[in-house]
């Protein structure tokens, strides 16, 4: 399940990248709770196709939405502060399988801040590729 290139082996990298599995592991098994402990609680992303959230995915729109495998390539992370991370990605999912099986490509930034000893995402921002 999943696969991570990072771009950089930089401890600041390295954590976010722990993370990112984490999230994206658990999107595609369709793990909730351990979904949202990777987000703040007043998180907002922008998907690929232009929509907006709030809030960490609902069980519902994880069903929804769901992807069977991804790979993410070119993953680097930068410090904003201390608290603070920028981090950056091109992603690849596949969304059905076997014949049916479509694959998407977009680029991925991402602000991370750090809550106690953990990192969680506040800003996701993905742009299709083509």
């Known amino acids: 399940m999943g696969e991570i290139h990072q771009l950089s082996q930089s401890g600041l990298t390295t954590t976010i990248a722990q993370r990112i599995r984490e999230m994206w592991d658990a999107y595609v098994r ?8 990777c987000f703040t ?7 690929p196709d232009g929509t907006v ?12 939405n769901h992807i069977e495998d ?3 390539t070119d993953l680097q992370a930068w410090p904003v502060g201390q608290e603070a991370a ?20 977009f ?4 602000v991370w801040i750090r809550d106690g000893n953990a990192w ?11």
């Open 53 to 64: 959230h709030i809030g960490p995915p609902t069980a519902a729109e994880i069903a929804t």
């Open 30 to 37: 369709f793990d909730e709770p351990t979904h949202s402990k």
């Open 41 to 47: 609680p007043d998180c907002r992303a922008v998907h």
């Open 86 to 105: 920028i981090a950056t990605f091109t992603a690849e999912v596949q969304v059905g399988t076997g014949a049916s099986a479509q694959h998407f490509k």
């Open 107 to 110: 680029e991925v930034g991402e």
């Open 70 to 72: 991804y790979w993410l």
């Open 120 to 130: 969680k995402s506040r800003y996701y921002h993905a742009t299709p590729l083509k």
